[in-house]
């Protein structure tokens, strides 16, 4: 078991855009990154967890919403609806804000063992999954609130940042 290092906003490999995972890149050592994330993601009670956040440059995520899932390459072939729900990042912790999203998405993507999937859903997997493919597309949520709440948050954060020394 290995708990990786989380990048924390405003470190600028958050807004990188990773690299898709080869077909050459499906062995043991990304198996043992899949095992890592998940032990992570638990040890700091997420619920997903995108490789970008523990710099690392692939598109993949784990996700744990009822039973684990492993992302590789995803990609939104569809969206419907609107739901304004409040998220958190692990990558910001101790922020917590309301955010647009897809009420609906579907995707395709491949697992761990390099097989395709499509998977449509909707609800808090849906929004878990959009909020952990924006952080593949160097996005945080602070990039889909509004210049006023995203100051204030920010201003929010850098407190919360002081007062618990990171």
Known sequence: MAILKIVKYPDPFLE???KKVL????????????KNMFD???HYDG???AATQVKLDMQMFVLDQKKPLVVINPEIVEKSGISLEEEGCLSIPGIYSKVRRAEVIAINYKDE?????YLKTDGYLSRCIQHEIDHLNGITFFSHLSSLKNSILKIKYRKYLLRNDF
Request: with cysteine; proline share 0%.
């Open 16 to 18: 990188k855009i990773a």
């Open 40 to 42: 992570t993601m638990y």
């Open 23 to 34: 077909t050459k890149d499906f062995n043991c050592k990304l198996s043992n990154i899949i």
């Open 47 to 49: 619920i997903g967890l």
């Open 113 to 117: 063992k390099n097989k395709l999937c």
